[in-house]
């Protein structure tokens, strides 16, 4: 096993080399990836993104179990020291599940952590929107874990399933994702009166910028941003964080497509760093 080839131990402290484990229905999770390289600018990553059978977001959550499942035990076949569910669908329907299957490894879900900045920046003045796939909102996952937080809280939810399709097919910078914005949010937001929206998916924050130009009054979370804090924490605890790696990262696709490949590229701005990014097709 790869494992014992990167422990290293340095004095008395360990370092662990192996790489981070994320994971999406397809390029969403891309979104926490240069996060965590600004963070944990020592960290390496395989990421599996499930592009063949994306969107999981208005799946039957035994559909999404059973790839999740495949998609995780791929993850552990590669000696992953942790595994970040980069998706909010993924979350919401398999993360005690997939606790359970690894229980020797650390498996971080991308909605507590946010829930918990929401909550931590609200008060019962704010009127707090979040928007996501069916299943995520299905699951009232958000909406309870804010609460859980301050059952004072002002929570609203709205399912906005044609998000996902268009971005996978890389129609972001144009009208016909504008208008879908608004065909979604314009009455949602006016009238439950938001003023904090979550991005409770993560392929939305390749579309902040246009929800921000539409709306600039709004103060947006960033799930895919707030992911990384309990990344470090955990590592940190753990003793397992990466020390002088080789900064090689390897993404793998269920379909290898020229988008998934571009999107990579323009989500890390490749150009500007000293990443070594390899590519591969798998097929589950
Ligand atoms: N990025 C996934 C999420 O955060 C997208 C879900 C989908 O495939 O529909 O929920």
Known sequence: MRVGEALVTKGNKTMDNRPIGFFDSGLGGLTCIP??????????VIYFGDTARTPYGSKAVSTIRHYAAQIADFLASQGVKMMVIACNTITATCLEELR??????????????????????CDESNNIG????KVTIASDDYNMM??????????????????VPLIEEGIIDNEI??????????DFIR???????????????????????IYPQLRIVNPSYEIISP???????????AKENDRENIFYASDLSENFV??????????KSDLILKFKNLDL
């Open 262 to 271: 571009n999107m990579i590229q323009k989500v890390l701005e490749t150009e």
């Open 231 to 241: 990344i470090r924490d955990i590592l940190t605890e753990q003793d397992m964080l």
């Open 130 to 133: 979040i928007i996501a796939t």
């Open 146 to 163: 804010i609460k859980e937080q301050d059952p004072h809280l002002n929570v609203y939810s709205k399912a906005t399933p044609a998000f």
């Open 100 to 121: 359970l299957r690894f229980p020797k490894t650390p498996i971080i879900g991308i909605i507590k952590p946010a829930a918990v900045k929401t909550a931590s920046i």
């Open 191 to 213: 009238d439950n009166r938001i003023d904090t929206l979550v991005l409770g998916c993560t392929h939305y924050p390749l579309i902040r910028k246009n929800i921000q130009a």
């Open 35 to 44: 996060n965590l390289f600004s963070e944990l600018p020592e960290e390496r």
């Open 177 to 186: 994702m504008n208008l879908t914005i608004r065909y979604y949010l314009d």
